[in-house]
């Protein structure tokens, strides 16, 4: 009989997969959690058509759990919602787990798969397969531009301060903007050994790379604002909503956004909801501290702005204030009436 039950390719199977680069390695299990089959494959079209073929072949598939769905388990993540498998993410193992039973990539499969059948995963992951993953994409490039510009700039004045003093009172007093145009126009001299000729000729080669990030970052702002403005016009509509916020926003709900399924979900999503730290007769909560930190970020831009701006906020501001709640006590409030405001609006434009 357990024979039979084993051989059966009707009954329902679980797998996890622990993602690396080259390759992957996917195990099964069946309803009770018992490995069936461990085997690895190869992190390419095929391999991940392999895989999920493999997976099949031993019963009737439910769910598949991937560690690393947003990295290396990306393109294998595509592919099974693309072959309509319910994928679910997964964290890395349990610590303490680790330390008793050892750590290798076919027992971290096998968690997965046992972890996607307990319902311990993380939750449904993105798709990755849409506009906001353009978005994503593109400011991943804008903020290393962003980064490298600042760094080039504080190189520029770091050489300022320490060149020969009449290069120094030229040029430290000069705004960024001027500063830019005249070190990079300057024409240095040939004496390479000189540190005035070297310092111009550093100074103009900085100002010439901050002049092509600013330029990229630029036409990344245009990719941005194109995409975003065609994804979410409704989003960007609402008060103290920019580009950048609703970027930040979009790139944290992803292209699938009926994994959210509450607002509660969305404000837990963004790290604003505040969690229970209860015990016995006490009965409190404490501030969330995990979440998508970009996300929540943006939600703080949006409260400032309106706390600057917005009529009702502030008159919010000044009642709570009066009730006895710090400004960051308030601040936390609103990122969270916030979030509740936005999660229809941001779910309803990524539907349509």
């Known amino acids: 009989m357990a ?3 084993l051989s059966d ?13 080259d390759t992957h390695v996917a195990a099964v299990v069946d309803h009770l959690g018992t490995q069936i089959a461990v085997a690895a494959f190869a992190t390419t079209a095929a391999g991940y058509a392999q895989l999920l073929a493999w997976l099949r072949s ?5 769910r598949v759990g991937v560690e690393g769905t947003g990295s290396w388990g990306a393109g294998l993540t595509r592919h099974l919602h693309q072959a309509d498998v319910a994928v679910i993410e997964i964290n890395r193992p349990n610590r303490q787990t680790r330390r008793r039973t050892g750590k290798s990539d076919p027992l971290d499969a096998l968690a997965a798969a046992r972890a996607a059948l307990g319902g311990l995963g993380a939750g449904v992951p993105k798709t990755c397969d849409g506009p906001v993953e353009s978005i994503r994409t593109l400011r991943i490039a804008r903020r290393s531009a962003m980064t490298s510009r600042t760094k080039t700039m504080n190189q520029i004045r770091a050489i300022i301060d320490t060149a020969p003093t009449a290069q120094r009172d030229r040029f430290r007093d000069l705004k960024p903007a001027q500063l830019i ?4 126009r300057s024409r240095p001299g040939l004496d390479i050994a000189d540190p005035a000729t070297a310092a111009a000729r550093t100074l103009r080669l900085l100002g010439q790379r901050w002049q092509f990030l600013t330029a990229q970052i630029d036409e990344l702002d245009n990719h941005l604002e194109t995409v975003i403005t065609a994804t979410a016009p409704n989003l960007i509509a609402v008060r103290c909503v920019g580009i950048d916020t609703a970027a930040a926003l979009l790139v944290a709900a992803g292209d699938n956004p009926h994994r959210l399924e509450t607002e509660a979900a969305f404000a837990a999503l963004c790290g604003v ?5 209860s015990s016995g007769r006490t009965q409190q909560h404490r501030l969330n501290r995990g979440g998508n930190r970009d996300a929540n970020n943006a939600l703080w831009r949006i409260v400032m702005s ?38 229809p609006i941001l779910t309803a434009d990524l539907t349509t």
Do not use: F, W
Request: proline share 4%.
């Open 181 to 184: 145009k005249t070190i990079t």
């Open 9 to 21: 390719s009707t009954r329902p199977v679980t797998g996890g997969v622990d993602t690396h680069k």
């Open 3 to 5: 024979e039979a039950m």
């Open 58 to 62: 031993h019963g009737t598939l439910e």
């Open 273 to 277: 909801n505040p969690l229970p730290a």
């Open 306 to 343: 309106r706390m600057s701006h917005d009529q009702r906020t502030r008159n919010y501001v000044a009642r709570r204030t009066t009730e006895g709640l710090s400004k960051r006590e308030i601040i936390r409030c609103l990122k969270r009436y916030v979030a509740r405001e936005l999660h």
